[in-house]
């Protein structure tokens, strides 16, 4: 494992802080010093801002020093994901075609955890335009898991979540379109959180599928995330699709007991394909969820299996539209081709773009395609509405559902790269809640005997983010007891 | 086959994206075993499912009035042309579109 002397919480910054035991100047020095010894080993970060880091802590720092009360975030070290614009911060997507694209402006996302007092560190690797399961889709190399260097972090946020599970960050964003939070989590070994669709403003990051993207983040322990979900959650004017709904105070029911609590056991998310190993895990940690007092109730969710279908259909269709913008003229790349506009068009984008996102393109444009609209698109739109629907009857039984987050731990890498239909695979346990717009989250649960990390997936209804976060809080404090490693 | 060679060209060209030979030929297997994969959604009866393009629709939560027709200054377009890959002053510039 690459050494990380202490893992941060943020917790432990700001009573540090408080303390005066470390300055946020120090604590931003000493995540960069890991970073450059680190970071050419993982490639976690493809990019870092120092100035802006260092003018953040000194800003706590001075309000440390005039005794000031703190931000939430006061001097938490943060990554960001690198399909979240940063103003003035190389933002690339993990693409050749934005390799030199300066935002002009800052996400809603982070100008929210800056104004909370967060330092942001700097920029993670993903797979391209967040395209994969395993971040070896970054046309900047692939990440490497930090509990074992042989094998993949998991993707598409695969940067963000090596970034803090070794220690090079405090906590991280990242972004979740069909699995690309909760996956990387589970096989980084740390709480990841996809928020219910439309909870957290997408004003700023750069789009995948717009029904599908979500923001969320990758913490040590659930209680931050539910800190960092306080914090970026709520509407913004510039997101249209921003929920309206308030935000509760996550903080507030993360202690609650959870006695009592009906958690949905869907049969459909342990068929053959999984790990053993896996399997054993999650067995252990319902038990102990069992033990904490909660029920649980077998559920039928049928048309689980064909989300990965369904995904793949409405994802590739809104990427190629999303995608198009891409053209040499306003931002990132221009290659000239033969010097007509359409030869510009198409050479930028052809050799712009890696091979993944030029495979979801000609899916999504043929499925989109005259004669194939009604057997492709209108088929997966309907789909769609069966597999949420599955949710929704199933909320009417229960509180939560409960799942293995990947059938999988870490695989190794290149072990997956040549087969696209196996990696799409790598997301069946994650893609039907994507669909269904709900909330997740993948919280560690253990280790196979090869010291792999399992995730142990909690589902809840539209909004649902307090009880989510409720049952991952009561899980994470049990599970060294249930003899659960971490 | 699912897809054929000319359909990947066609599709490659309706999305401007150049492909060399090589790609052309391995596309069109990927996206045929994809495709293929695809298909198992024809045994899913939708004859009475309404198709779904916004998932929180029916809750009303999401966009449900527009805003105040107010306007609002936007002068960020020295910004957004310093990222252009070919700008002159106010304009982008692209290679000559209209013959003469």
Redesign the interface.
């Known amino acids: 494992m690459a050494a990380s002397e202490k893992k941060w919480t943020i917790g432990a910054v700001r009573a540090a802080l408080t303390a005066k035991k470390i300055s946020a100047r120090e604590l931003t020095r000493d995540h960069y010093a890991q970073i450059e010894r680190d970071n050419p080993n993982l490639n976690a970060f493809l990019a870092l801002c120092p100035e802006r880091a260092y003018a953040q802590a000194d800003k706590i720092d001075a309000m440390v020093g005039r005794g000031a009360e703190l931000p939430a975030l006061a001097g938490v070290p943060v990554a960001v994901k690198d399909v979240i614009s940063t103003r003035d911060v190389t933002t690339t997507c993990g693409s050749k075609i934005l390799q030199h694209y300066v935002p002009p402006y800052d996400a809603t996302v982070v100008t929210r955890l800056e104004a909370a007092g967060a330092v942001i560190l700097g920029k993670t690797n993903c797979d391209e335009f967040a395209m994969g399961s395993s971040n070896e889709n970054s046309a900047y190399g692939p990440v490497r898991n930090p509990v074992a260097p042989d094998r993949v972090p998991g993707g598409s946020s695969g940067g963000s979540a090596a970034a803090v599970s070794a220690g090079m960050a405090t906590a991280a964003l990242g972004t979740d379109t069909g699995g690309s939070i909760r996956q990387p989590g589970a096989l980084c070994g740390i709480p990841a959180m996809m928020p219910t669709y439309g909870r957290v403003s997408r004003y700023g990051l750069i789009a995948l599928a717009s029904s599908l993207d979500r923001i969320g983040p990758f913490t040590n322990t659930v209680s931050d995330a539910a800190t960092i979900m306080g914090l970026i959650a709520g509407r913004d004017a510039n997101d249209s699709t921003s929920a309206l709904h308030d935000v509760p105070d996550y903080s507030v029911s993360l202690d609650r007991p959870v006695t009592g609590l009906r958690i949905g056991i869907p049969s459909e998310y342990f068929g053959p394909g999984m790990d053993p190993a896996v399997r054993h895990n999650i067995e252990v940690g319902i038990g102990s969820l069992e033990k904490l007092g909660c029920k649980t109730v077998q559920l039928k969710m049928p048309h689980t299996d064909y989300a990965i279908a369904v995904y793949y259909i409405l994802l590739t269709a809104e990427a190629s539209s999303n995608l198009a913008r891409y053209d040499g003229v306003r931002y990132g790349l221009r290659e000239a081709g033969d010097g007509t506009l359409m030869g510009m068009y198409r050479a930028t984008r052809g050799r712009g773009f890696g091979a993944e996102v030029k495979r979801r393109i000609i899916l999504g444009t043929y499925v989109l395609s005259a004669g194939y609209y009604d057997a492709y698109y209108r088929k997966g739109q309907q789909v769609r509405e069966l597999v949420t629907r599955d949710f929704r009857e199933a909320f009417m039984k229960v509180d939560a559902i409960l799942t293995p987050t990947s059938p999988v731990p870490a695989f190794k890498l290149g072990e997956r790269t040549e087969d696209p239909l196996a990696m799409y695979l790598a997301d069946i346990y994650t893609v039907t809640g994507s669909l269904a717009g709900v909330p997740g989250i993948s919280v560690p649960c253990g280790k196979t005997p090869d010291g792999l990390p399992v995730g142990l997936q909690i589902f809840g209804p539209h909004f649902g983010e307090a009880r989510v976060l409720q049952i991952a809080n009561a899980f994470e404090k049990v599970r060294a007891e249930s003899g659960l490693e971490n | 086959m699912k ?1 054929t060679r000319e ?2 060209l066609k ?2 060209e ?6 060399t030979e090589a ?1 052309v030929t391995k ?1 069109q297997q ?2 045929d ?3 293929e ?2 298909a ?3 045994a ?1 009866d ?1 004859s009475k ?8 629709a029916e ?1 009303n ?4 009035a527009m ?1 105040e027709d107010v306007v609002i200054p936007c002068d ?1 377009a020295k ?2 042309l ?5 700008a002159d002053g106010k304009y ?1 510039k ?4 209209i013959e003469r």
């Open positions: 897809i359909e990947v599709v490659a309706l999305a401007h994206l150049e492909l790609e596309y990927q996206l075993s994809i495709l994969y695809i198992k959604l024809n899913v939708t499912v309404e198709p779904m393009a916004q998932v929180l809750t939560v999401v966009n449900p805003r960020v910004d957004v310093t990222q252009a890959p070919d982008f692209v290679p000559k579109v």
